[in-house]
């Protein structure tokens, strides 16, 4: 692990770590042979770890929101944070058509505005976020000032096979005892190897 990870990647890795001895088998069978018991599990460490992975992402994205509000309202520094929130989540018929018109005083501040785009963003994430697949990972960080370059490609395909994976499990009843623990453990691993990728990106803005 980087030295330098966010301290929620470094949760992250303790709570997979955690769900790993907690739902799948210490040793592997070579023949891919269990109880349905261990299949049950697996597919709950398979959903959990999505979980894990759904709040890293969406709370990661609010606590670079949040210190964005706050520089600003410490010294007025407008971080490439703090403008990307505005540009993504302010909308135009928001802005007052006279000075002393109904509503102006509030639609015309700044602060306001500022304070708005961060609670819109936050709302977002808190209710609407369902997902670690490509579009959310977009629609959490880009509002952030992150660039479509600072997303690794074989991040983007490990969150989508993993959320599409998942989606098997929780939304078709007859899973599949095709989900072997050995690949779910090595699913889980490689996803937290790209994670780790966008995490350093991360860690810059925090």
């Not at 944070?81 to 509503?103: D, R």
């Not at 501040?109 to 785009?117: C, G, I, P, W, Y």
Request: aromatic share 8%; proline share 3%; hydrophobic share 35%.
């Amino acid at each position: 692990m980087n030295a330098m990870a966010t301290e929620y990647y470094k949760n992250l890795c303790e709570r997979f770590k955690k769900l790993r001895e907690a739902f799948l088998p210490e040793e592997f069978s070579p023949t891919g042979e269990y109880a349905d018991s261990v299949f049950e599990c697996t597919r709950a460490y398979k959903a959990m770890t999505h979980a894990e992975v759904e709040s890293y992402f969406e709370e990661t994205g609010k606590a670079i929101a949040q210190k964005a509000l706050e520089n600003w309202k410490k010294n007025q520094c407008a971080s490439r944070v703090l403008i990307a929130l505005v540009a993504f989540m302010s909308k135009a018929e928001n802005i007052p058509e006279a000075v002393n018109g109904k509503g102006s005083k509030e639609k015309g501040a700044l602060d306001t505005r500022v304070e708005k785009a961060h609670t819109e963003y936050i709302k977002y994430v808190n209710r609407l976020n369902n997902g670690i697949k490509e579009k959310n990972i977009l629609h959490i960080f880009l509002p952030l000032g992150l660039e479509l370059s600072d997303f690794p490609s074989e991040l983007l395909v490990e969150c989508n096979n993993y959320g599409a994976e998942r989606g098997e499990i929780v939304h078709k009843t007859r899973a599949k005892q095709i989900l072997q623990p050995a690949d779910a453990k090595n699913s889980a691993e490689n996803l937290l190897q790209q994670i780790e990728i966008l995490d350093s990106i991360l860690e810059k803005y925090l």
